[in-house]
């Protein structure tokens, strides 16, 4: 009997060194991405205006609080058609450092042609550090279906349940 291969993600580092995405352990659902931020100026969101900061010597990257950053991962990719990217955080991160998705989850489109990144907002109330190729989020791959539209009547039905809070 004859298999069908599984899909697979084309991975195009950017930069010397960058490594694919991979998980921790093979029960893992995630895999790991980590920040590549060595060299850089990352897009941030600080008082109301856009600006670039740039990393240190070592490539760290600080956020006071109520940045948020779009975090670079040096890589891009090209997921298989039906296939999106859902982008969460570590939750040493999320836990530890007081950084949060604004968009959780991210979805990286099969589409999306450019370097992936990782929108963190620091909510915390002292400065936070991304170290540069630190594991800072996971990649959660989901199989989604798109479906046409059709214009008609929804209507109402004795059987189905109601909006918000008519389960108690």
């Known amino acids: 009997m004859d298999t069908i291969p599984a899909p697979s993600i084309v991975f195009e580092p950017l930069h010397e060194g960058v490594t694919a995405p991979t998980r921790a352990t093979t029960g893992a659902a995630g895999y790991d991405v980590r920040a590549y931020l060595l060299g850089r100026s990352v897009r941030l969101w600080r008082d109301g ?89 996971q990649i959660i791959l989901h199989r989604y279906a798109a479906l046409a539209w059709a214009t008609g009547n929804v209507g109402r039905s004795t059987d189905r349940r109601g909006g918000i809070g008519s389960t108690g």
Do not use: C, K
């Open 49 to 137: 205006a856009e600006l670039l900061q740039p990393t240190d010597a070592s490539g760290a990257l600080a956020l006071e609080p109520n940045d948020v950053a779009l975090v670079p991962l040096g890589f891009r990719a090209r997921l298989p058609d039906g296939y999106e990217a859902q982008v969460r955080l570590r939750s040493s991160i999320a836990f530890r450092r007081g950084l949060m998705l604004p968009n959780a989850p991210g979805t990286i489109d099969a589409d999306y042609p450019d370097e992936w990144l990782v929108m963190v907002r620091n909510v915390s109330t002292t400065r936070a550090i991304i170290e540069h190729r630190e594991r800072i989020a």
